[in-house]
């Protein structure tokens, strides 16, 4: 009787209180929810500059708040399950709301209909990442990929030719066209839905002399941030989206290492 009467009372404690290691993943997480309903909010008000940061805020700290939780060992279900409803919004009906009123309304009938694609084959993408969580771990030559493009990167893939027009007015035309826009929205439902392998930098290790230079240029890229955020960001994009048949070479390059 003793021994359950202190169950209890440890419970009781647990719901009494939480460590905030425990709560601040959340808190994170939080924020980027925040800021992908908000690109939602200047996507409606037709402000496309604000919209598109916001969804870029929203994906830092989306890569934010599973360092936190690495860091202070602070993981929960509940977390990853709050993580993956915040990235459905956040990158996946943020960025079909902003090209829908940025140009896919324009395109008779069929607009919302690849703006609804992307949104769904971003649940399902998310869908497929919790239950493989449960599965038995992955071979060990996954380590450095994911399956198929992630979420943060694919809403940025599909909300390139925004970034792109804003730095090449002249260009409008063709970037701002609903007919190329409805043909990379496909393309980047294609690529989450699917088990492309794409680089991940969880578990990459950088050498002590490769240190030096890796912050140089993470300092190099900071600065065209500042000076010339839209081309960097837009072609940032464009070298992600050029790097993803090299990672499936890669990829069978380290699986046929294990046979």
């Known amino acids: 009787m003793e021994k359950i009467n202190q169950k209890l009372q440890l419970s009781k404690q647990k719901l009494n209180a939480l460590p905030f290691r425990k709560i601040a993943p959340n808190i994170v997480t939080l924020l980027a929810l925040c800021a992908g309903v908000t690109s939602i909010r200047y996507s409606i008000q037709a402000d496309w500059a604000k919209a598109v940061i916001c969804i870029f805020v929203a994906a830092f700290f989306d890569l934010l708040d599973g360092r936190v939780a690495r860091m202070l060992k602070g993981s929960t279900k509940f977390g990853a399950e709050l993580d993956s409803l915040s990235d459905f919004v956040s990158f996946g009906v943020a960025p079909a ?18 703006c609804l694609l992307m949104s769904i084959g971003m ?3 998310l869908a497929r990442f919790n239950t493989m969580l449960e599965e038995e771990p992955q071979p060990e030559y996954w380590n450095h990929f994911f399956t198929g ?3 943060p990167a694919a809403a940025a893939m599909a909300i390139m030719p925004i970034m792109i027009s804003f730095e090449f007015p002249n260009l409008d035309w063709f970037f701002r066209s609903n007919v190329f826009c409805a043909v990379l929205l496909v393309v980047v439902t294609m690529l989450m839905v699917s088990r492309i392998p794409t680089f991940s ?10 240190l030096m230079p890796l912050m140089l240029v993470v300092a190099l890229f900071a ?12 072609l ?18 380290e699986k046929n290492k294990y046979k």
């Open 149 to 151: 493009v992630p979420a």
């Open 123 to 125: 649940a399902m993408r």
């Open 236 to 253: 940032a994009t464009i070298c992600y989206m050029l790097s993803i048949p090299v990672g499936i070479v890669v990829f069978w390059q």
């Open 201 to 210: 930098t969880k578990r990459l290790r950088v050498p002590t002399y490769m």
């Open 97 to 114: 709301i902003l090209l829908y009123q940025w140009t896919m309304f324009d395109l008779p009938k069929f607009g919302w209909f690849f």
């Open 223 to 234: 600065s065209f941030i500042i000076s010339q955020p839209w081309l960097t960001l837009g």
